[in-house]
C-alpha cells in the first residue's frame, strides 16, 4: 500500500518530466542570443545586447538588456524595430552609448535622455569611447581618398546613375567571405563628440583599419590618458597573400584634419599581429602575436611592449597553448585571458612580472571577458552543449562560476537533452585522440542508435563544448542519433605541433585519426548501430567527407557543406591565398604534387555512398564551383546525390527558414539511407 501510495504521489511530476522534447529547430532559434556586454564602472550593472529571430519573418531583431551583477533585476533598456547593439558605459557610469541605425546613440542608464551622436554618411561599424567621455573612435567604411562625407556621398551617387553593371579588377583581394570589397576601405576616425569633427586616421591609405580578416574583436582602443590610439593593420599592398596585421600607435596631438595620422609600428613580427590592449597603469601594450607569416593558425603569443623603453617581451613562451581573448587586471599586475584548452575555451591568468600562469576555470566554452574594478570578480560569456550563452561571473581567487542571466531557462527547461561526455583513443602516429559522445535524448543503454559522425572544420579548429546554431551537436542527436565528433590532427588545444601536423597532409593523419576514432566507437560503444552509420562536415570538414567519397564505404551517406573538392582550382577562386599557399606549401606551380596527392578530385571515381551537398552562393571561401564540380562528377557517375544551392547564403546558413530546410534535408538524407 506504501509503495502505490508513493508511485502515486510521483505520477505528476513523472507525466512532467516526459512532457520534456526532443531539441527541435524552433527552439533552436527560439533561443535568445547574448551579444557584446559590458559592466558598469562600479561593478554593480551589466549592459548586454540579445538577439531574437522570427522564423515567419525569416529575420532577427537586437535589443539592450540591463542586469545587476549579482543577477537580479533584469530589465529593457532599448528595444524596437531597429538593431540596438554594442552598449557600452561611460567612465563615470552615468550614460551608455550604443550603435544604432549605424550611428553612435547615448541614453541615461534608465534610458532617458536619449540622443544621436553621430551623423557619418558612411555609418559607424564599431567604436571606443574615451576615458573622458569627449571622443570616440570609430570605424567606418570609406573611399580612401576622400576627406568628407559628401565626397563620399558624391560618388556613391555617381555610381548609382550608371546603367552599366560591371566589375573591374585591378588587384587582389577583391572580395571577402561574402561580400565584394569594391573600392571602399574601412578606415579609423577619431571623433570629437563636442565640436562634431571626424578625422580619418587612415586617409588615403588603401588598408582595413581593423583588417579584414585574421584581427580580433579589439583592434583599437584609447590609452588610459586618451593621449594615445593603439590599432592593428595589415600594411602589406597584397593582402590576400599576407597574414601580416601588425599593431601600430598613434600620438591623438598629431592627428590633423585631412591627412594621414603618423603612426608607429610596435609589432616586430611578421606574422599575425592584434589586439592591442593598454595596461590601466599606462605603462604597457599587451597584444598578441604569431612568429611565422603566411601561417594563420601558428601559435598565437601574449606580447608585452613597454611604452617607456619600446621594449618587447613574450610572456607565454613556455606556454603550448594559443592566446585569444586578453583582459588586464585593474592593478596592472596581471592579465586573464582565453585559449582553447581540449575541448574546452578556458580562463587563465598569468602574473606579468613572473610569467607565471594559472587556470582560473577549465570547463566549458568561455568568452567576452571583463573585470570588476577592485579585482575581485570577473564576468564572462558561458556556453555548453546544453546551454546557450549566458553570463557568469568568477571570483579570481577560486570557486564556482556563478550563473548571472537565464535568458533561456524556460524554454530550455522542456528539452531533454544529455550533456557532452569525451573519450580518448589512439590515432595516427600513436598519438592520443580525444572526440565529443553526446547520446540521444531519453537514451536507453540496452538499445541500439544510429550514429552521425561529425568532422570540423578548420582544419586548425577543434569541437567543443559548446551550443553550436549552425551544428548543434545536441540538434544532430535529437533524432534518435549518438554523434561522435572528433579532434584529429590539426585541431587547436592540444598543442602548437598536433595543429600544425595538419599542413601538408591533409589526407593523411587527420583522415586516419578520423577512421581510427570511428573503428574504436564502433568496437568500444555497443549501443552504436554499426549498419546505420553517417558522416558530415563543412569547410576542411566538408573537404574530409569528399576525401572519405573517395577512400571509403564504412558510410550508409554522407553530407558535405561548403568542402573543399578539387584543391587546385580552389586555390585560384579563394579570396585569402595565403591559406592554401600555406597548407599545400606553395602555389599550384610551385608545389602541384602536393595539390595533387590530397586532392578529393583525383579518388572520386571510386565514390559509392549517396552524398548531399550543400553549397551558399556567396561563399567566397570555399567558392561554389566546388560544389558543383562534385555533384557534377557524382551524377556522371552515377553515385546517388542531392544538392542544396543557397542564392543567399555564403559559407554558413544563417536565415531562419533556410536553417530550418537545412536540417530538415539533413536529416532526411540520413533517414533515407537507413538500413
Not at 49 to 74: E, F, H, P, Q, R
Not at 397 to 404: C, H, K, L, P
Not at 626 to 646: C, D
Amino acid at each position: 500500500m506504501k509503495t502505490f501510495l508513493t508511485i502515486l504521489l510521483c505520477l505528476p511530476f513523472m507525466l512532467f518530466a516526459q512532457e520534456k522534447h526532443p531539441l527541435n529547430v524552433d527552439d533552436l532559434w527560439a533561443m535568445k542570443r547574448i551579444g557584446s556586454f559590458d559592466l558598469s564602472p562600479d561593478g554593480k550593472t551589466i549592459a548586454f545586447s540579445v538577439s531574437s529571430y522570427n522564423m515567419d519573418d525569416n529575420k532577427g531583431n537586437s535589443d539592450i538588456y540591463l542586469i545587476n551583477a549579482d543577477g537580479t533585476n533584469l530589465r529593457l533598456l532599448k528595444n524596437s524595430q531597429k538593431d540596438e547593439t554594442a552598449p557600452k558605459f561611460s567612465s563615470d557610469g552615468k550614460m551608455i552609448a550604443y550603435l544604432t541605425s549605424d550611428q553612435i546613440h547615448t541614453c541615461k542608464i534608465d534610458g532617458s535622455d536619449d540622443a544621436q551622436i553621430t551623423d557619418l554618411y558612411t555609418g559607424v561599424d564599431d567604436f571606443r569611447w574615451s576615458h573622458d567621455g569627449s571622443k570616440f573612435l570609430i570605424v567606418s567604411k570609406v573611399y580612401p581618398d576622400c576627406n568628407s562625407p559628401d565626397c563620399n556621398k558624391n560618388k556613391d551617387d555617381e555610381h548609382k546613375k550608371t546603367k552599366l553593371n560591371v566589375k573591374v579588377l585591378t588587384h587582389l583581394m577583391y572580395r571577402s567571405w561574402n561580400h565584394w570589397l569594391d573600392d571602399k576601405r574601412s578606415h579609423l576616425f577619431l571623433f570629437d563628440a563636442s565640436s562634431k569633427v571626424y578625422n580619418d586616421l587612415n586617409y588615403l591609405m588603401p588598408n582595413d583599419v581593423p583588417p579584414l580578416d585574421l584581427g580580433s574583436e579589439n583592434d583599437f582602443n584609447f590609452s588610459p590618458d586618451d593621449k594615445e590610439i593603439a590599432y592593428t593593420m595589415n600594411p602589406d599592398s597584397t593582402v590576400a597573400a599576407s597574414t601580416n596585421n601588425e599593431v601600430f600607435i598613434v600620438n591623438i596631438l598629431d592627428i590633423k584634419k585631412n591627412e594621414k595620422a603618423p603612426a608607429k609600428l610596435i609589432s616586430q613580427s611578421k606574422g599575425n599581429n592584434n589586439q592591442p590592449v593598454y595596461s590601466p597603469d599606462g605603462n604597457y601594450i599587451a597584444f598578441t602575436s604569431m612568429v611565422v607569416p603566411g601561417h594563420e593558425s601558428d601559435q598565437a603569443f601574449l606580447i608585452l611592449y613597454d611604452r617607456n623603453t619600446g621594449e618587447l617581451k613574450n610572456l607565454t613562451k613556455n606556454f603550448d597553448r594559443s592566446i585569444s581573448e586578453i583582459l588586464w587586471s585593474p592593478d596592472s599586475k596581471s592579465i586573464y585571458f582565453i585559449a582553447n584548452n581540449e575541448v574546452y575555451n578556458s580562463i587563465y591568468q598569468i602574473d606579468v612580472e613572473t610569467e607565471k600562469i594559472n587556470l582560473i576555470l577549465k570547463d566549458h566554452s568561455n568568452m567576452g571577458l571583463a573585470i570588476s574594478a577592485d579585482g575581485k570578480s570577473i564576468y564572462f560569456k558561458q556556453q555548453r552543449s546544453t546551454l546557450p550563452y549566458e553570463i557568469f561571473s568568477l571570483n579570481t581567487v577560486g570557486g564556482d562560476a556563478n550563473q548571472i542571466t537565464y535568458l533561456n531557462k524556460d524554454r530550455l527547461a522542456n528539452i531533454e537533452m544529455i550533456p557532452m561526455e569525451s573519450f580518448w583513443c589512439t590515432g595516427a602516429a600513436g598519438k592520443k585522440v580525444q572526440s565529443i559522445l553526446v547520446k540521444p535524448p531519453f537514451f536507453d543503454p540496452l538499445k541500439k542508435y544510429p550514429l552521425i559522425f561529425l568532422i570540423h572544420g578548420g582544419p586548425q579548429g577543434h569541437w567543443e563544448d559548446d551550443f553550436h546554431f549552425r551544428w548543434n551537436i545536441e540538434m544532430f542527436a535529437s533524432k534518435g542519433y549518438v554523434v561522435i565528433a572528433p579532434n584529429p590532427t590539426g585541431s587547436t588545444g592540444y598543442g602548437q605541433q598536433f595543429t600544425n601536423d595538419v599542413s601538408k597532409d591533409w589526407g593523411g593523419r587527420p583522415y586516419e585519426d578520423l577512421m581510427k576514432v570511428y573503428d574504436y566507437s564502433l568496437k568500444n560503444f555497443k549501443f552504436i548501430d554499426s549498419k546505420n552509420t553517417f558522416a558530415a562536415g563543412a569547410s576542411f570538414g566538408g573537404y574530409m567527407i569528399n576525401w572519405i567519397e573517395g577512400h571509403t564505404n564504412r558510410f550508409n551517406a554522407l553530407v558535405s557543406h561548403d568542402g573543399v573538392f578539387n584543391t587546385e582550382s580552389m586555390w585560384g577562386t579563394t579570396e585569402e591565398l595565403w591559406f592554401p599557399e600555406w597548407e599545400f606549401n606553395g602555389t599550384p606551380w610551385q608545389n602541384r604534387k602536393l595539390y595533387e596527392k590530397w586532392n578529393p578530385a583525383r579518388f572520386i571515381q571510386n565514390a559509392k555512398t549517396p552524398m548531399l551537398i550543400v553549397e551558399g552562393a556567396r561563399d567566397y571561401r570555399v567558392p561554389e564551383e566546388q560544389a558543383f564540380q562534385l555533384f557534377t562528377s557524382l551524377q556522371r557517375l552515377g553515385v546517388e546525390s542531392k544538392f542544396l544551392y543557397f542564392p543567399d547564403e555564403f559559407h554558413f546558413v544563417t536565415k531562419p527558414q533556410d536553417a530550418r530546410f537545412w536540417w530538415n534535408s539533413v536529416f532526411d538524407w540520413f533517414e533515407k539511407h537507413k538500413k
